[in-house]
C-alpha cells in the first residue's frame, strides 16, 4: 500500500514537472519569438534606408552633373572645377609615382616581391592578422599590376566548369576583413581548384576595406584564371567620399593618400561588370531588369564610367546610346507581376558581410556551384561581440541604432511631416489616427515600413488611440549638431549632411580637413543655384567672413556645416 502512494506521488511530480518544463519551453519559444520579429523589424528599417539612401546618390549625381556643366566654360583659374576636374583628368606617371615612395628600412610590415607568389599573399594575410598596415609603395604596386591585368578582360567575364573544380560565390564584404578571413577557413583560399567570384562592394563601411581590396587583388593577381572580382556600386570614388573608405585610406596613408586615391579610381573602371558561368549562371551586382542584354553591355567602354554619380557626357563617352540592334531586347510582353513564381525563384541575392548594420544584425553568406549549377549555401556570422552578449542585448542593439537612424530621417523631413499631418487634422484638434500618421509617413519618406506597428516607438500617442502630431516625435538620438546650429534649422542639416560632406571633402584637395573662403564662396552660390535657395550673394560673401573664426582664411567642416544652416534659412525667409 505504502509502494503504491509512493509510486503515485513521484508520478504527480513527473507529471507536474514535464507540465512546468513544456510551460518553460512555451514561454521561452514566445519569448525568442518577439525577440526575432523585433530584429526582423529593424532590418526592414535599415533595408528600407539603404534603398532610400539609393535615391540620395541620384540627387547627388545631379548636383555634380549641374557642377561640371556650369564650371566648364569658367575660367580655368576656378578652385572649384579645378577641384572636380582634378578628380576626373589627373593622371600620374607610374614610375615617377613609385621612385617617390620609398620603403624605410625602419618599416615592419610585409615586404612584398613582385611579380606576386602564393607566399607574397600568405605573408599579407599573416600580417593583416596582426594588425600590420601595408606600405603605401606595396599598395601602389598592386593597384599598378591590377590595372593591367583587368585591362585585358573583357566587361563581361566567361567561366566554363571542369568536372573537378568547384566554384563559391561570395557578394558584398564592405570591409569585414574577419568575414573575408572566415570564409577562406571555412571553404580555404583560392587556388587552381578551387575558385572564388567576387561580386562587388569589396570596400566602405568596415574599418578594413583597404586590407580586403589588397588581399583580393594580391590573389587576383597569383590566380588570374580562378579569382574573379567584379565591380560593385561602391567601386567609385564618390561612394567612397560618402561612406568612408576614403577617410580610411586618408587616416592610414596620410602622406600618400592622394597617390593612393588617383590609382584606386583608375583600377575601379578596369573592373569587369559581370561573370557569366557556363553561359547559364550570370553573376553581377545590384541584379538584372526584365530588359537587361549582354551584346549591349559588351559593347560598353566600361573605363569611362568613372563614378555612378558623375556619369559620362562627351559624345565619345556615350556613342552606344545611338546604337541600333537587330533585334528589340525588350521582348517581353509580360509585367514583372504576371511572371510565373519559378521565374523569380532563378533570382539569388547574395551579402557576404556579417554584422552589417551593427553586431548581431545579420548573417553572411557565401555560395558553392559543381557541375550541375546547383547553389550550395553557407552562412556564417563573424564577432566575438556577439558571443558574449544575450539574445535581448543583441536585439536591443541592432534595434536601438536602427531606431536612431530613422529618427535621423524623420527630423530631416519634418517640415513636410507636419504638413501633411495637418491634412489630415481638418478640424485643428492636433492629433490625428494612427492610421493616417502611418499614412502621412509613408507618403513622405516613401519608404515602404510597417509604420502602424512602428507608431508606438516613435509618436506621441493619446490614452484614446490618436498621435499628438504636434508633440514632435519621441526622443530619438541623431547626429549631434554644431553649437551654432539652431534647433529650428536642425532637420535641413540633417537632410544634406551626406551631400554637403562628399561636397567637402571633394573641395578639399590636400585632405586637411580645411577648404578656403574663396573654395567655400564658389561651392555655395553653385548650391544655392542647383538647390533653388533664394539668397543674395552678398550674405554668402558676408558669412564666408563670419565663419573664418580664427582669421586664418579657412574653414572646417563643422563650419562648413553651420553655414550651410544659415544659408538655407536665409533662403526661406519671406522677401520683403
Known sequence: MGCSNSAAKEAKKLETSVKAALLIQSWYRCYKARLELRRRQALSIFESIEYADEQDQLQ????????????????????????????ENQRLDTKTVLRMVEVPD???????????????????????KENQILHARYVLEVLVEAKKVLKQLPNITHIMSIETKELTICGDIHGKLDDLFLIFYKNGLPSGNNRYVFNGDFVDRGKNSMEVLMVLFALFLVFPNDVYLNRGNH??????????????????????????????????TWLPIGTLIDKKVLVVHGGIAD????????????????????????????????????????????????????????VITLFSASNYYEEGSNRGAYLKLKKDLIPRFFQYQCSQMVK?????????????????????????????????????????????????WGKA???????????????PRLAQRTEDGYVYYKMGFKKLTAINAPKQVKSGMFQTL???RRDLKIIFN?????????????????????????????????????????????????????????AFDVVHRLGDEPKP
Open 388 to 436: 558574449s552578449k544575450t539574445l535581448h542585448e543583441s536585439v536591443n542593439i541592432v534595434e536601438s541604432t536602427a531606431f536612431r537612424i530613422l529618427g535621423e530621417k524623420l527630423i530631416a523631413r519634418n517640415s513636410e511631416l507636419m504638413q501633411v499631418f495637418k491634412m489630415y487634422d481638418v478640424n485643428k484638434t492636433g492629433k490625428i489616427t494612427f492610421y493616417e
Open 291 to 346: 530588359d537587361t542584354d549582354l551584346e549591349i553591355l559588351n559593347k560598353l567602354k566600361r573605363n569611362k564610367m568613372r563614378s555612378v554619380l558623375m556619369p559620362p557626357s562627351t559624345p565619345s563617352e556615350i556613342e552606344l546610346r545611338n546604337i541600333q540592334f537587330p533585334y528589340n531586347f525588350q521582348t517581353s510582353s509580360m509585367s514583372l507581376d504576371q511572371m510565373p513564381k519559378d521565374d523569380w525563384d532563378q
Open 441 to 455: 509617413v509613408g507618403q513622405v519618406l516613401e519608404m515602404d515600413l510597417p509604420w502602424l506597428s512602428l507608431c
Open 235 to 268: 567601386e567609385d570614388f564618390l561612394m567612397n567620399l560618402r561612406y568612408g573608405f576614403t577617410k580610411e585610406i586618408t587616416s592610414k596613408y596620410k602622406k600618400h593618400s592622394a597617390k593612393i586615391l588617383h590609382y584606386l579610381e583608375e583600377v575601379y
Open 506 to 562: 571633394v573641395i578639399d584637395k590636400d585632405k586637411s580637413g580645411l577648404i578656403s573662403l574663396e573654395e567655400f564662396r564658389d561651392i555655395w552660390k553653385l548650391f544655392c543655384s542647383h538647390y533653388g535657395i533664394k539668397i543674395d550673394e552678398a550674405h554668402v560673401d558676408q558669412l564666408a567672413n563670419a565663419m573664418d573664426l580664427n582669421h586664418d582664411g579657412s574653414i572646417d567642416f563643422n563650419e562648413f556645416l553651420t
Open 494 to 496: 540633417v537632410r544634406y
Open 60 to 87: 547627388l549625381a545631379k548636383f555634380f552633373t549641374f557642377m561640371l556643366e556650369n564650371y566648364t566654360q569658367k575660367k580655368e583659374e576656378n578652385s572649384v572645377y579645378q577641384s572636380i576636374a582634378s578628380i
Open 106 to 128: 625602419s618599416y615592419e610590415g610585409p615586404r612584398l616581391m613582385f611579380p606576386l607568389t602564393y607566399s607574397d599573399v600568405l605573408l599579407l594575410i599573416k600580417a593583416f
